[in-house]
């Protein structure tokens, strides 16, 4: 009896540590803790710095903090100030509304490297809106071309209304033409036909 129950001892504790052993180096490993500003916040001020405080303190020579943009551009930052597991950068340029994305890097006490990132939006409503785009304004050598095809469509606009006229006037003249010698020839004919019945 005292056997089965050093037996199932032994079994209980050989699980038990089965369970821990895999937790035990991701135990070492970093994580980030707090963050300002915070994950999915929206700010009505556009915040000057970020802060990252993580489990672990960090070592200023493999702490990487970033901050981009929407359009995925890097926004000027200092380098990160560590002081024991916080690290914070300060922005450089003033924030304009939108999304943002703070990246960072940091090595876990055991070495391994740890990376992760978040968003956070400015929505400040005193911010002015983002200024239209002006309308293309023509440049000086396309108006000179326009100004020149409206000059020439004007001095071609006179020509085009004689050429016009002309044929509207030889259209009667071809007609009158037409006629005069259609009769003449009719008075022939006539005149023939008249001799030959005297003739008989």
Known sequence: MR?????????????????????TPAAAHNSLQEATPARDARL????????LRFLQRLNPAFTTITLRDATDRQ??????????ATGTVTIEE????????????VVS??????QGSYRFT?????APPAAA????????????????GAAAGADASPASADAS??????LPVGLLAGGAVAAVAAAGVTALLLRRRRAA
Not at 122 to 126: E, G, I, Q, T
């Open 3 to 23: 056997t089965r129950t050093v037996s199932a001892l032994l079994a209980a504790l050989f699980t038990t540590a089965l369970l821990l052993v895999p937790a």
């Open 44 to 51: 009505t001020t556009a915040p000057t710095q970020v802060t």
């Open 75 to 84: 926004v000027p930052a200092s380098a990160p100030a560590v002081d024991g």
């Open 94 to 105: 003033p924030l304009a509304n939108g999304t943002y994305t703070v990246a960072y890097r």
């Open 109 to 114: 006490r055991d070495g391994h490297p740890v």
């Open 122 to 126: 400015v929505a400040d409503p005193a």
């Open 133 to 148: 785009p002006s309308p293309a304004t023509p440049s000086p050598a396309a108006s000179a071309d326009v100004s020149a």
């Open 165 to 170: 006229a002309d044929a509207d006037d030889g």
